[in-house]
T-cell receptor, first 112, second 112 residues
Framework: DAGITQSPRYKITETGRQVTLMCHQTWSHSYMFWYRQDLGHGLRLIYYSAAADITDKGEVPDGYVVSRSKTENFPLTLESATRSQTSVYFC???????????FGQGTRLTVV | AQSVTQPDIHITVSEGASLELRCNYSYGATPYLFWYVQSPGQGLQLLLKYFSGDTLVQGIKGFEAEFKRSQSSFNLRKPSVHWSDAAEYFCAVGFGNEKLTFGTGTRLTIIP
């Protein structure tokens, strides 16, 4: 199916563990983004990518790592999860970085 | 840096009543403007967008928004809400080298 898919939808992990959230898009959009959504903060940009092998930090990058070896995939890794990283994570893609983004369904991550 | 403000955290409206959600932005030029809706447990869906031209923009699901340059506003409206409109609504702005920036959201509750 065309679109943008995230996996897993739900994840519980322990403090200190590494966890990777997956994102796959079928539109061949150049740009891909990772946001986290927290109550009172709306959506905050973690990392984004303008193309394969080009990534850059957003507003809240600390504790996260991204890679983009293929245009369609943009995984987000929490190297050592902390409770403060409990959040809902959204992946998005777009033709540009200043126009509409298309969102996945989100991954609800709980760090215990 | 640009910013976007949604002054209302939570709004309650009776079914069938009209709705207006406020959005103000801060930016030197007129940015690209967007409204997204997020239903519970879902990703964000684009309702409408403004790039230039006619300041009254029609979107999906019967929503419209009006761009007012003098007020730096892009308020979302609907003449008669339905119970299915209960959701979180996000305003977003973007332009040039400023990536898409989201407001903190307005949660809409519909009462019978």
């Amino acid at each position: 199916d065309a679109g943008i898919t995230q996996s897993p939808r739900y994840k519980i992990t322990e403090t200190g563990r590494q966890v990777t959230l997956m994102c796959h898009q079928t539109w061949s959009h150049s740009y891909m983004f990772w946001y986290r959504q927290d109550l009172g903060h709306g959506l905050r940009l973690i990392y984004y990518s303008a193309a394969a092998d080009i990534t850059d930090k957003g507003e809240v990058p600390d504790g996260y790592v991204v890679s983009r070896s293929k245009t369609e995939n943009f995984p987000l890794t929490l190297e050592s999860a902390t409770r403060s990283q409990t959040s809902v994570y959204f992946c998005a893609s777009g033709v540009r970085d200043d126009t509409e983004a298309f969102f996945g369904q989100g991954t609800r991550l709980t760090v215990v | 840096a640009q910013s976007v403000t949604q002054p209302d955290i939570h709004i309650t409206v009776s079914e069938g009543a009209s709705l207006e959600l406020r959005c103000n932005y801060s930016y030197g030029a007129t940015p690209y403007l967007f409204w997204y809706v997020q239903s519970p447990g879902q990703g964000l869906q684009l309702l409408l967008k403004y790039f230039s031209g006619d300041t009254l923009v029609q979107g999906i699901k019967g929503f419209e928004a009006e761009f007012k340059r003098s007020q730096s506003s892009f308020n979302l409206r609907k003449p008669s809400v339905h119970w299915s409109d209960a959701a979180e609504y996000f305003c977003a702005v973007g332009f040039g080298n400023e990536k898409l920036t989201f407001g903190t959201g307005t949660r809409l509750t519909i009462i019978p």
